[in-house]
């Protein structure tokens, strides 16, 4: 029997066996995701603005894949858990929602990145999606689509509060509110909603993030009384993103837009850690091992020699490379050289007779693996090629020396967020507790494949 550091899948049936026999066979790691991690998650942040009676409503931002969860599990989960709103940066992600089922009656969708010039606005109208209109071209281009279908567009006007990114300038303000107003009046676009994005997770401890989130929030509500005041007033503001939702509730609004907290995962590994918050990481990436092997000392592992063995060991392929989406910049070095310094690479959980050990990316990561250099000789350890190990999962405390993205985040000198997002859909997405989580009708929606 094989090593196993994951923990063990709660299949909901043989056929749900079957298919991570079958998911094995067709790659050799896989991403797990808990649909009741999920729907829980979005339940504490239901909670956190109220619950279902609040006027404050909570969209589940499934942009990107779901941060790389997969689209419409993940949105489907966060139904389940009480969000009444998904969003989308990109648009045809909003119009995939609709189209695998999630109709107009079932919740709002907002989208907000395009290019004005050529944005299916009539497919997005047409669908009942909100838009967001934050430059004066994408407004006329917004119009000009409503126009044409006959049916008014619901707009979310982007005010820039401060992020420096998308939305209306308090200066450019004026020749917005002029168009909209004159829009409104002529039935071709709806005034929906006023919004804006903060720049800095809320860090407590960091004066200077606390001060420019509070200006932030004041420019906020000054462009809302420009709106007022124009004879447009917004009906639905919304501000807060994860961060916020979990402990700014003076900014709630109507509608806050969770991201990283539906996934399990604080904005910032500084806030604490994902259970301080009462969430829970839903996604464990799993491998299996190739190639294991005995090598001698002073042997150089992987491009570049970066690492030397410093005793006679083995080592353990893990079938997953910086075309998986695992950073190369969570390579591993021992010794200093024309291009690197020694630091430890990503984690990886590995079962061992002794019990679980984490060991470290030994070298370059490379396209499609990289090497575990595991400190001692494999038949000892009793780890061989097939065993399962774990890159990151939900954490469960010290003692069970496990991984989680934010560990990969920090070896890879970056932020969970961009750990899932990079990874590949070349790795199966398979799902846990999904009859458990979705009516049957939702559950159907899901490629049989991928249900556990
Ligand atoms: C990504 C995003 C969010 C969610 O942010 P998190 O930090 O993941 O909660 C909210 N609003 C907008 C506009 C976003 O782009």
Same mark, same amino acid.
């Given at each position: 029997?094989?090593?196993?550091?994951?923990?063990?899948?709660?299949?909901?049936?043989?056929?749900?066996?079957?298919?991570?026999?079958?998911?094995?066979?067709?790659?050799?790691?896989?991403?797990?995701?808990?649909?009741?991690?999920?729907?829980?998650?979005?339940?504490?942040?239901?909670?956190?603005?109220?619950?279902?009676?609040?006027?404050?409503?909570?969209?589940?931002?499934?942009?990107?894949?779901?941060?790389?969860?997969?689209?419409?599990?993940?949105?489907?989960?966060?139904?389940?858990?009480?969000?009444?709103?998904?969003?989308?940066?990109?648009?045809?992600? %909003?119009?995939? =929602?609709? #189209?695998?089922? !999630?109709?107009? $009656?079932?919740? +709002?969708?907002?989208?907000?990145? *395009?290019?004005?010039?050529?944005?299916?606005?009539?497919?997005?109208?047409?669908?009942?999606?909100?838009?967001?209109?934050?430059?004066?071209?994408?407004?006329?281009?917004?119009?000009?689509?409503?126009?044409?279908?006959?049916?008014?567009?619901?707009?979310?006007?982007?005010?820039?509060?401060?992020?420096?990114?998308?939305?209306?300038?308090?200066?450019?303000?004026?020749?917005?509110?002029?168009?909209?107003?004159?829009?409104?009046?002529?039935?071709?676009?709806?005034?929906?909603?006023?919004?804006?994005?903060?720049?800095?997770?809320?860090?407590?401890?960091?004066?200077?993030?606390?001060?420019?989130?509070?200006?932030?929030?004041?420019?906020?509500?000054?462009?809302?009384?420009?709106?007022?005041?124009?004879?447009?007033?917004?009906?639905?503001?919304?501000?807060?993103?994860? %961060?916020?939702? =979990?402990? #700014?509730?003076? !900014?709630?609004? $109507?509608?806050? +837009?969770?991201?990283?907290?539906? *996934?399990?995962?604080?904005?910032?590994?500084?806030?604490?850690?994902?259970?301080?918050?009462?969430?829970?990481?839903?996604?464990?990436?799993?491998?299996?091992?190739?190639?294991?092997?005995?090598?001698?000392?002073?042997?150089?592992?992987?491009?570049?020699?970066?690492?030397?063995?410093?005793?006679?060991?083995?080592?353990?392929?893990?079938?997953?490379?910086?075309?998986?989406?695992?950073?190369?910049?969570?390579?591993?070095?021992?010794?200093?050289?024309?291009?690197?310094?020694?630091?430890?690479?990503?984690?990886?959980?590995?079962?061992?007779?002794?019990?679980?050990?984490?060991?470290?990316?030994?070298?370059?990561?490379?396209?499609?693996?990289?090497?575990?250099?595991?400190?001692?000789?494999?038949?000892?350890?009793?780890?061989?090629?097939?065993?399962?190990?774990?890159?990151?999962?939900?954490?469960?405390?010290?003692?069970?020396?496990?991984?989680?993205?934010?560990?990969?985040?920090?070896?890879?000198?970056?932020?969970?967020?961009?750990?899932?997002?990079?990874?590949?859909?070349?790795?199966?997405?398979?799902?846990?507790?999904?009859?458990?989580?979705?009516?049957?009708?939702?559950?159907?929606?899901?490629?049989?494949?991928?249900?556990?």
């Amino acid at each position: 029997m094989s090593m196993n550091a994951a923990p063990d899948i709660d299949f909901s049936s043989e056929q749900g066996k079957a298919n991570y026999e079958a998911a094995r066979r067709q790659y050799p790691a896989q991403a797990i995701v808990d649909l009741r991690a999920l729907r829980d998650n979005m339940r504490h942040l239901v909670d956190m603005v109220g619950g279902s009676d609040s006027p404050t409503a909570v969209m589940g931002v499934v942009k990107a894949d779901a941060y790389g969860h997969g689209l419409l599990p993940a949105a489907l989960a966060a139904l389940a858990g009480g969000a009444t709103w998904l969003g989308t940066a990109q648009s045809h992600e %909003a119009l995939l =929602l609709r #189209r695998l089922g !999630i109709g107009a $009656d079932r919740c +709002r969708i907002l989208t907000w990145v *395009y290019n004005g010039t050529a944005a299916p606005f009539d497919e997005l109208i047409d669908n009942d999606i909100d838009v967001s209109v934050g430059s004066l071209p994408g407004i006329d281009a917004v119009a000009a689509a409503a126009r044409e279908l006959g049916k008014p567009a619901r707009v979310h006007v982007k005010v820039d509060s401060g992020f420096g990114r998308n939305g209306f300038t308090p200066e450019g303000f004026e020749a917005a509110l002029a168009k909209l107003v004159a829009l409104g009046k002529e039935g071709t676009i709806e005034i929906v909603g006023q919004w804006s994005h903060l720049a800095v997770a809320d860090s407590p401890d960091v004066p200077e993030f606390v001060a420019s989130t509070q200006r932030q929030i004041d420019n906020f509500n000054e462009f809302t009384k420009r709106m007022e005041q124009a004879g447009i007033p917004p009906k639905i503001r919304h501000l807060a993103n994860t %961060a916020a939702t =979990l402990d #700014r509730p003076e !900014i709630h609004f $109507d509608l806050t +837009r969770p991201g990283i907290g539906l *996934y399990g995962y604080e904005p910032d590994p500084a806030m604490g850690t994902p259970s301080k918050y009462g969430l829970k990481p839903a996604m464990r990436l799993v491998a299996q091992l190739g190639t294991v092997k005995g090598v001698e000392v002073g042997h150089g592992i992987s491009y570049g020699r970066t690492y030397l063995t410093e005793e006679g060991t083995s080592t353990a392929i893990v079938p997953l490379g910086y075309a998986d989406g695992i950073h190369r910049s969570a390579s591993g070095f021992n010794i200093d050289g024309a291009k690197h310094v020694s630091k430890p690479g990503g984690p990886v959980r590995v079962m061992t007779k002794q019990g679980p050990k984490v060991f470290h990316v030994s070298g370059r990561v490379c396209m499609d693996q990289f090497i575990l250099d595991l400190h001692g000789s494999a038949a000892e350890l009793g780890v061989a090629e097939g065993d399962t190990v774990l890159l990151f999962g939900p954490g469960r405390g010290e003692e069970f020396g496990e991984p989680t993205a934010d560990d990969w985040a920090r070896a890879a000198g970056t932020i969970s967020y961009e750990v899932f997002t990079c990874l590949r859909n070349r790795i199966p997405r398979l799902y846990e507790h999904a009859p458990e989580v979705l009516d049957a009708s939702d559950l159907a929606k899901l490629d049989p494949a991928s249900v556990l």
